[in-house]
């Protein structure tokens, strides 16, 4: 029998839970979590704090919580590239930065055409090294996660960066209020947020699903994938089957690649983001407004195919 933890709403998901497990509190007492990055080789989880503009690391030798960064541009999404350094998107600096080996922080991209971003949110890195993140106006817009400003971009969208060339494009235009985003494990599919629902009383609260092209660099092909029940869709990550674990209102919700919801962890608090991590990639660590969570699954976060 599963625990309390988990609501099971297709048989699938009882083979991607354990029943005898339970979700761990690791952390709380913070404004408004976000942005779980794994460190295999160090053994800690970055997060970001975005109001209190801190970020911090869970260590997961002895459980201990210390201050990773302060101030960090209210960061938000973090992830981490092939060569194992933490990429950051940073509200109120507009920007998406790399911390290098030795601690220094490399500005990657922090306008187009002149025009600053909005504030980056969250971020992925593709196989071949790419960035792809979004824009939305949360930290020009509310001053909890940023400092108030205009825009200066045209509207909220989707980005692929290429370090190696320095190109910057936008990838989606159409989604309003664009939030997290993921590959799939093969990445030919790659799935974005539109939670202007959030915002807007009857706008869409859903994951769309965009095939990515041949060369990697465009997408086609939108369709909604997931519409969330309670909140609006943030942050998600996907597993080796290409099931899609995502942030919700009321706790994590798993839906498989065929956009089934399969079932749900329960967390009581509003989930932020998600992100896999531990020595076999089977811990599901999550951000939930004001504490870290983490739970055992019977999977493993994907890991990026031969570029």
């Known amino acids: 029998m599963l625990t309390d933890w988990f609501e099971v709403h297709d048989p699938r998901f009882t083979n991607l839970v354990f029943g005898n497990v339970h979700v761990d509190k690791l952390h709380t007492g913070c404004m408004f979590t976000e942005g779980p990055a794994w460190f295999g080789g160090g053994r800690y989880l970055v997060f970001s704090d975005i109001p209190a503009n801190r970020m911090y690391r869970w260590d997961e030798t002895n459980g201990a919580v210390a201050l990773f960064r302060e101030p960090t541009g209210n960061a938000n999404g973090n992830t981490v590239d092939r060569e194992g350094r933490l990429v950051t998107c940073e509200h109120s600096n507009r920007r998406v930065t790399r911390t290098e080996h030795d601690g220094s922080i490399t500005v990657l991209v922090d306008n187009w055409q002149g025009k600053r971003f909005n504030s980056p949110n969250d971020v992925v890195v593709k196989s071949d090294g790419t960035i792809w993140f979004s824009d939305p106006p949360t930290g020009i817009e509310i001053s909890y996660f940023g400092d108030p400003a205009p825009s200066e971009m045209p509207a909220c969208w989707y980005w692929r960066f290429d370090p190696a060339s320095g190109a910057i494009d936008p990838v989606i235009t159409d989604i309003a209020r664009p939030n997290g985003l993921a590959f799939s494990p093969d990445e030919r599919i790659l799935y974005a947020v ?114």
Request: aromatic share 10%.
């Open 194 to 307: 539109d939670c202007v629902g959030g915002r807007v009383p009857g706008g869409p609260r859903t994951i769309r699903a965009h095939d990515v092209s041949s060369d990697g660099r465009t997408l086609s092909g939108s369709r909604v994938f997931a519409e969330c029940r309670t909140g609006i869709f943030d942050g998600f990550r996907v597993d080796v089957h290409g099931n899609v674990w995502t942030s919700a209102g009321d706790g994590v919700w798993c839906y498989a690649a065929d956009g089934t919801a399969l079932g749900r962890i329960r967390i009581p608090e509003v989930v932020g983001n998600v992100g896999f991590g531990g020595a076999k990639r089977n811990r599901l660590f999550i951000t939930a407004t004001h504490s870290l969570y983490a739970v055992y699954l019977n999977t493993q976060g994907a890991v990026w195919p031969t570029a």
